[in-house]
T-cell receptor, first 115, second 116 residues
Framework: NAGVTQTPKFQVLKTGQSMTLQCAQDMNHNSMYWYRQDPGMGLRLIYYSASEGTTDKGEVPNGYNVSRLNKREFSLRLESAAPSQTSVYFC??????????????FGNGTRLTVT | AQSVTQLDSQVPVFEEAPVELRCNYSSSVSVYLFWYVQYPNQGLQLLLKYLSGSTLVKGINGFEAEFNKSQTSFHLRKPSVHISDTAEYFC??????????????WGLGTSLAVNP
């Protein structure tokens, strides 16, 4: 049982390049999330998908797009990377955002550096 | 504004000593409370959660937390820490407002350093 799997683990981009971060969960969870983690700023929600077919903006959506490809997969795309997007990105899933009380299960993160 | 405050950004402690990591949240109609742990270069893992019932909840690795509604707190405790407990600890709260809107809010984390 892999849980939440993120690829790649590490990535270095030049300013202006694009890339897609992949995330897949095998727990049959309805809800999925993308966070970024920066020193001193904790976790900030970029986008989330409460259920298959829906996506919503979080606190810091600018510069990102997402796709909920199916129930298992939720990808995050940087169309034109900027140094401010250097961060560690975490994907997470939970049973059901709408019910409340569902804990999040996290992947191991993607460490992105934009030069 | 809705908020979660972890009162200590860093907590150094000696091995086998007790530790308390503090978490306070803004008042809400209802709350669900969580503590997560993040070991170096890993994702976050759930330590424990409070949804309802007994205000003292026990989690993995010998940790426990107590929900105090009057003080809007959910402090994490362990009576005797190990070197392996060195990690970042995050408090997270799902707050529900009067309009029945739920929001998950994270504290900024507390770095626990256990020294021999």
């Amino acid at each position: 049982n892999a849980g939440v799997t993120q690829t790649p683990k590490f990535q270095v981009l030049k300013t202006g390049q694009s890339m897609t971060l992949q995330c897949a969960q095998d727990m049959n969870h309805n809800s999925m999330y993308w966070y970024r983690q920066d020193p001193g700023m904790g976790l900030r929600l970029i986008y989330y998908s409460a259920s298959e077919g829906t996506t919503d903006k979080g606190e810091v959506p600018n510069g990102y797009n997402v796709s909920r490809l199916n129930k298992r997969e939720f990808s995050l795309r940087l169309e034109s990377a900027a140094p401010s997007q250097t961060s560690v990105y975490f994907c997470a899933s939970s049973n059901n955002l709408r019910q409340g009380g569902s804990p999040l299960h996290f992947g191991n993160g993607t460490r992105l550096t934009v030069t | 504004a809705q908020s979660v405050t972890q009162l200590d950004s860093q907590v150094p402690v000696f091995e086998e000593a007790p530790v308390e990591l503090r978490c306070n949240y803004s008042s809400s109609v209802s709350v669900y409370l969580f503590w997560y742990v993040q070991y170096p270069n890993q994702g976050l893992q759930l330590l424990l959660k409070y949804l309802s019932g007994s205000t003292l909840v026990k989690g993995i690795n010998g940790f426990e937390a107590e929900f105090n509604k009057s003080q809007t707190s959910f402090h994490l405790r362990k009576p005797s820490v190990h070197i392996s407990d060195t990690a970042e600890y995050f408090c997270a709260v799902i707050l529900t407002n009067a309009g029945n809107n739920r929001k998950l809010i994270w504290g900024l984390g507390t770095s626990l350093a256990v020294n021999p």
